[in-house]
């Protein structure tokens, strides 16, 4: 097949080490969109130290890559033993990012091991596990991904972190509360999308809706929001830009293609809050967009912008019927 397809398959081997196989193939330059947000730099994260602890040198590298792509100054430990002698000596980070199955030390081992140096609030712990972990290590570990991981879960993750402390967040609470507009449903009737495809994302998404007067529908990518829209009319769909599959920049260009005159108000909805991003998002074809996390402020002031654009849009669209 290599052959066929202009390249050439061969292998060298050393007694005792092994033996490497490689392979090359011709191929024409692929016509799909790239993704920017996974190479931009980050304000959140710029210039914070990350450690890295993989024994699989091609998955250390894969997160080193992105992390520094996203401003961080990543650092690898190819062992849990490495790990700590650099917390030991007086190294600080950021956060630390532990592989589960490692040998002599593995993940939970030495999330243990760094509890004892640091607590939550200094060093939180990523754990990427194949396999899982238990509940009670919730109070060990701040996130856990599951492999193989995708960049923007992680960069979802890192980001969700960047939070205020806990005493902050709760005098903050009762101040949101009241900031909701219980009775928004009823003034704006709106039938709404949100595309998010981290599961904890959605479920406060809903949350924060639902005490506005909304049921709103979920979609996990920009090919399910596709899905839905062709099932149902919308009046919004909420975006999240990064997700697999198809991330909201490349759904908002097809919504837009297939839907050029019924489309749905589009909101772009982000972490990722760099300079020209709100003019990709609207240069895509969305009407708006709200940083993440977002304030609920910015959601009903974006929500009530929806709501007047998608009356101004009918409006309009019945008077050309009429003419």
Known sequence: LAELMGGRMWVTSEAGQGSCFRFTIRAARAAGRTRDFLYNTEPLLDGRPILVVDDNPTNRRIITLQTAAWGMRPFAAASGIEALDWIDRG??????????????????????ELRKRRDIEALPLVLLSSVGHRAEDGDIFSA???????????????????????????????????????LLAERLPLRLLVAEDNAINQKVAL???????????????????????????????LLDVQMPEMDGITAAREICRRWP?????????TANAMQGDREACLDAGMDD???????????????????????????????????
């Open 207 to 237: 949350r924060v809706l639902e005490r506005m007067g909304y049921r709103a529908d979920i979609a996990a990518n920009g090919l399910e929001a596709l899905e839905a829209i062709a099932r149902q009319p919308y009046e919004v769909v």
């Open 261 to 269: 005159d019924t489309r749905p108000r589009l909101v772009a909805m």
């Open 91 to 112: 190294d600080r980070f950021d956060f630390a990012v532990l592989d589960m199955q490692m040998p002599e030390m593995d993940g939970l081992t030495l999330a243990h």
């Open 144 to 182: 856990t991904l599951t492999k193989p991981v995708k960049p923007s879960q992680l960069f979802d993750a890192l980001v969700g972190l960047m939070r205020p402390p806990a005493d902050e967040r709760t005098a903050a609470r009762p101040l949101a509360a009241s900031l909701i507009d219980a």
């Open 289 to 323: 967009y709200i940083s993440k996390p977002v304030r609920v402020q910015e959601l009903q002031a974006a929500l009530e912008r929806a709501a007047a654009g998608a009356g101004a849009a009918s409006g309009s669209r019945s008077a050309l019927g009429a003419a």
